[in-house]
């Protein structure tokens, strides 16, 4: 709990420093790929409901995760509230 609330004090204090406020509205793209692969036409035509599609990594690897197309950070796959998630692991 105290390292959170470090966190937050660090977090606001660059924020009032750097005045950042204006960027608070700005959306962007954030992608987490769990893995890659690569398929014929014809196979993906084929693809149908509960098909399966092997993937270049194991569940247990590392996920990279892209700003706008652009590596920013590592992460691992964990399940939170029933839901994926990805925990940053390392800033790229």
Do not use: C, P
Not at 32 to 42: A, D, L, P, Q, W
């Amino acid at each position: 709990m105290e390292e959170k609330k470090d966190e937050k004090q660090l977090a606001n204090a660059v924020e009032e420093e750097l005045d950042i406020s204006f960027l608070h509205d700005i959306n962007l793209k954030i992608t987490g790929e769990v893995g890659r692969t690569t398929k014929n036409f014809i196979d993906i035509l084929r693809l149908k409901e509960g098909d399966i599609i092997k993937l270049d990594k194991h569940i247990e690897d590392y996920i990279e995760i892209y700003l706008r197309g652009q590596l920013f950070a590592i992460g691992e796959l964990v399940v939170v509230n029933e839901k994926y998630a990805i925990r940053i692991v390392d800033l790229a």
